[in-house]
Nanobody, 123 residues
Framework: QVQLVESGGGLGQAGGSLRLSCADSGRAFRSYSMGWVRQAPGKEREFVAASTWSGGSTYYAESVKGRFIISRDNAKNTLYLQMNSLKPEDTAVYYC????????????????WGQGTQVNVSS
């Protein structure tokens, strides 16, 4: 079973950095592709980044490419999102997602979701 808990959200400044973490208390973390999806106020959910189970392949939305880095530590059952060069438009609730196929994370139809962590970026 997969149980996802995000942490690391909070207030960041434009141009600054934040790092999100997503811990899985289950025992199948390394079997799943993992990723991040965000939802800004008044907007639909938006794919952010995804990683295959090994971390060997990663995928990013154009809006974050070159600024955000997704990584995972399978020994710690933890997924990370390093967010650099933050912009006010990065303000959103960030959700961790897991699925056997990364494409389902991109499509936002993943099987498992965390509860979300709020990120606010001030200008």
């Amino acid at each position: 079973q997969v149980q996802l808990v995000e942490s690391g959200g909070g207030l960041g400044q434009a141009g600054g950095s934040l790092r999100l973490s997503c811990a899985d208390s289950g025992r199948a973390f390394r079997s799943y592709s993992m990723g991040w999806v965000r939802q800004a106020p008044g907007k639909e959910r938006e794919f952010v980044a995804a990683s295959t189970w090994s971390g060997g392949s990663t995928y990013y939305a154009e809006s974050v490419k070159g600024r955000f880095i997704i990584s995972r530590d399978n020994a710690k059952n933890t997924l990370y999102l390093q967010m650099n060069s933050l912009k006010p438009e990065d303000t959103a609730v960030y959700y961790c997602a897991a699925d056997s196929r990364y494409i389902n994370i991109v499509a936002q139809t993943a099987d498992y979701w965390g509860q979300g962590t709020q990120v606010n970026v001030s200008s």
